[in-house]
């Protein structure tokens, strides 16, 4: 093929630019823009995605090389993706080849082809319908249960409904399954596929979903602000009930994997569709099946954690992200997105509308309302006959503790247990003590690589760093004078697991952290025991506070809000406010009147007072008043430059370096200065913090300051990274 056009490639490498090849020898027809193509980089062949035809190259083409291999004969990805993945890589500032690498699954990364689509799994026989198994046969009568509502079981989604294969293929051998292979379709979706919910529309939420009816689809930004237990999934249900039966597909984001099963849950009783469902746990094969399914129509609804908010659609027709404020949809490393936001720039190029849902909107999205860029939509009254719990505030000062509860809390969770309802106390650190210290000389339990001490883990018998997760076997005698007055020090859900059963050894106890709900159905099973106990005592960190529906819990316990009320960050007085306004909510969400107990050596704090006795919202009104007053996002733009290296000097030294390659420009520059773990994995983090009034003057001046970085960053020596709009500056 003659020289006269080339072709741009965005190579997933960690280099801020695209690169130009000349087409591949042996095709006739390039390869149009979307397709994946192989090319020789350096020594290595590595998998790019075409972004463009030239007639120019800045080289000659006697300097450029050929693509190598053409592994898709149609584009994988669309225009809309590719102006995304653009995006992306213009507005956080990062190399566009890994901007167009994470729209894909690893395996389309890796070069891998496409999978068969065949679908496999159980439907019932006719001799199956009457069919019950023994009593003791757990497993099967969940199945069976299954397919009282359901027609079919996909192979895919037999985890997310909690049955196992081996109960599947036991009921196939006594003729009540019948497993099947079957090409999908893309279904017409109809009102016939709906299961209507046996509640009806109360008012407020009647009238938000004719307001959405109301205009044609286009473009809306929408923050729907509903407190706790206001009905906020039975307006999404409603919202994606129209877009389904238009034909198109709806995108649904949830914060937390835990959250991802209950809400399929929902979604299957109501839709008889295909549903793809994103999360951490899933196989590269399951990936990309369900990534294919969308793609191609087959699936019309997409569920999943943060990333899914890259799954190829079709004809996507609605974006929602459920609790818009959680932190969770803030990738924290490599390229560092917010998914809310790159769901409104998605929806804003889709020309669909997004729903922002929350009890607790961000301080961000919250001004947008205000200022007219988002619609807002409130429900201020709890579905059904439910009302808000009442809060108490529990003054701790030279009172009694147990292990950081106090004793005043403990008949009231007595009194709980004893009218056969459940308790939920909260704590925000697991394990069983944050340090292990020696009563005769004071060494404390302290990680080697960072600047943190080792929590007890008494179950597992080791000290862990909650940072770089160094693992140490619990000493029997302090390492420097050989005592063995060896004693704890502070509270995590292990030990207030510990000591809530001591107190109350009849009542069923569960604890709800990361490290009892590691394996990939934990966290379901646990949910469904807990929703089958009348009386119970819930222990757990910030996992218990997200969106989880726990329909007996009557009484909330908030222990040690002091530590989350004095945050260092400016942030740390608003995420207060979301986290204690959300677990208060997890209390009386039926017709079962609610209590919040929160413990606090400071019960006359202003704002702890504000959030108690007017809410969230105006607490927020108050903060985002603050914030004007001081400059601070959302009124102006922020980003966070961090350095780490093996020597503090040397990274002070660059980050003063990088400072002065912009000290001309007009944006304020703070730092560097360490970052509150100031050593992590033996290396040192500082950070030089950029604030501009104009998102166009921090641009620029990131700008800059990347290109000399270019030149002095050794990566061999030093962990690099721009974090724009960051939500953690600690």
Same mark, same amino acid.
């Given at each position: ?100 690498? +994470? %729209? =894909? ?5 890796? @070069?891998?082809?496409? $999978?068969? /689509? ?5 439907? #019932? ?96 930004? +929408? %923050? =729907? ?5 206001? @009905?906020?999934?039975? $307006?999404? /249900? ?5 877009? #389904? ?109 997004? $729903? ?74 697991r394990g069983f003590a944050p340090m292990l210290i020696c009563h005769d000389c004071g060494w404390v339990s302290q990680c080697e690589a960072c600047d943190a001490r080792m929590t007890l883990h008494l179950r597992a018998q080791h000290l862990r760093c909650h940072h770089c997760q160094a693992v140490s076997p619990i000493p029997m005698q302090c390492p420097a004078c050989q005592s063995s007055e060896l004693v704890y020090q502070g509270a995590g859900t292990e030990r207030l697991e510990s000591t809530l059963k001591q107190h109350f050894p009849d009542a069923p106890l569960f604890r709800i952290d990361r490290d009892t709900t590691a394996g990939k159905q934990t966290m379901q099973n646990m949910l469904a025991q807990i929703h089958e106990q ?197």
């Amino acid at each position: 093929m003659p020289h006269d056009l080339f072709l741009k490639i965005a190579v997933n490498c960690p280099l801020r630019r695209s690169f130009d090849y000349l087409p591949p020898k042996q095709v006739n027809e390039l390869p149009v823009p979307g397709t994946r193509v192989s090319v020789p980089f350096g020594n290595r062949k590595l998998t790019g995605i075409v972004i463009a035809t030239t007639a120019t190259s800045d080289l000659p083409a006697n300097k450029l090389r050929h693509v190598e291999t053409v592994l898709d004969s149609t584009p994988i990805v669309s225009t809309t993706m590719m102006q995304l993945a653009t995006w992306m890589s213009d507005y956080y500032q990062h190399p566009i080849g890994e901007c167009f690498a +994470i %729209l =894909l699954p690893s395996l389309l990364r890796k @070069g891998e082809k496409q $999978v068969d /689509l065949s679908e496999n799994g159980w439907q #019932l026989t006719d001799s199956g319908k009457d069919f019950r198994p023994a009593a003791n046969a757990i497993q099967q009568q969940k199945a069976i249960d299954y397919f009282q509502s359901n027609a079919r079981l996909n192979d895919d989604n037999k985890g997310a409904a909690g049955i196992s294969l081996s109960a599947l293929k036991n009921l196939v051998k006594k003729d009540v399954l019948h497993p099947y292979t079957e090409q999908p379709a893309k279904m017409e979706f109809t009102a016939a596929h709906i299961h209507h919910s046996p509640f009806g529309l109360n008012t407020q939420q009647a009238g938000l979903i004719q307001r959405f009816e109301a205009q044609p689809p286009s473009f809306r930004p +929408i %923050l =729907l602000e509903g407190i706790t237990g206001s @009905g906020k999934t039975e $307006v999404y /249900l409603q919202l994606i009930e129209r877009v #389904l039966l238009a034909g198109k597909q709806a995108l649904i984001l949830v914060p937390e994997i835990g959250l991802t099963p209950q809400t399929i849950a929902r979604f299957q009783k109501r839709f008889d569709c295909a549903m793809a469902v994103f999360h951490s746990n899933l196989t590269d094969q399951q990936r990309l099946r369900y990534w294919q399914q969308s793609q191609a129509g087959i699936a019309r609804i997409i569920i999943g954690t943060r990333s899914a908010l890259f799954t190829a659609t079709e004809d996507l027709g609605i974006i929602i992200i459920d609790e818009e404020h959680d932190l969770s949809y803030k990738q924290q490393d490599g390229l560092r997105y917010s998914a809310r936001d790159l769901a409104c720039v998605r929806a804003k190029i889709e020309q669909i509308p997004v $729903v922002l849902g929350s009890a607790t909107p961000s301080l961000e999205t919250l001004n947008n309302a205000d200022t007219q860029k988002f619609e807002h939509w409130e429900l201020t009254e709890r579905a059904g006959n439910a009302s808000p719990a009442t809060v108490e505030l529990v003054d701790i000062r030279n009172q009694p503790m147990v292990d950081g509860l106090a004793e005043s809390v403990l008949p009231h969770i007595a009194h709980c247990l004893q009218q056969q309802q459940q308790a939920l106390v909260f704590i925000n650190r697991r394990g069983f003590a944050p340090m292990l210290i020696c009563h005769d000389c004071g060494w404390v339990s302290q990680c080697e690589a960072c600047d943190a001490r080792m929590t007890l883990h008494l179950r597992a018998q080791h000290l862990r760093c909650h940072h770089c997760q160094a693992v140490s076997p619990i000493p029997m005698q302090c390492p420097a004078c050989q005592s063995s007055e060896l004693v704890y020090q502070g509270a995590g859900t292990e030990r207030l697991e510990s000591t809530l059963k001591q107190h109350f050894p009849d009542a069923p106890l569960f604890r709800i952290d990361r490290d009892t709900t590691a394996g990939k159905q934990t966290m379901q099973n646990m949910l469904a025991q807990i929703h089958e106990q009348p009386s119970a005592i819930l222990v757990g960190t910030q996992m218990l506070a997200k969106g989880h529906h726990f329909p007996n819990v009557t009484l909330v316990v908030i222990l040690e809000a002091d530590s989350a009320l004095m945050g260092t960050d400016y942030r740390a007085t608003e995420r207060f406010g979301q986290l204690v306004t959300q677990i208060v909510g997890r209390a009386g969400r039926e017709e079962k009147p609610g209590h919040a107990l929160i413990q606090t050596h400071y019960p006359d704090h202003m704002q702890l007072q504000k959030l108690v006795h007017h809410g969230y919202r105006r607490l927020a009104m108050d903060l985002l008043s603050q914030r004007r007053e001081l400059g601070l996002p959302p009124f102006s733009f922020q980003a966070l430059i961090r350095l780490e290296a093996r020597d503090a000097q040397d990274a002070i030294n660059l980050l003063q370096h990088l400072q002065q390659s912009i000290s001309h420009l007009p944006i304020i520059a703070i730092g560097p200065y360490p970052a509150n773990l100031q050593r992590r994995a033996h290396y040192f983090r500082f950070q030089l913090m950029l604030q501009a009034h104009q998102r166009a003057q921090l641009k620029y001046a990131v700008g800059i300051l990347l290109d000399t970085a270019t030149a002095l960053i050794k990566p061999a020596q030093h962990r690099f990274s721009v974090d724009i709009d960051p939500q953690d500056v600690s």
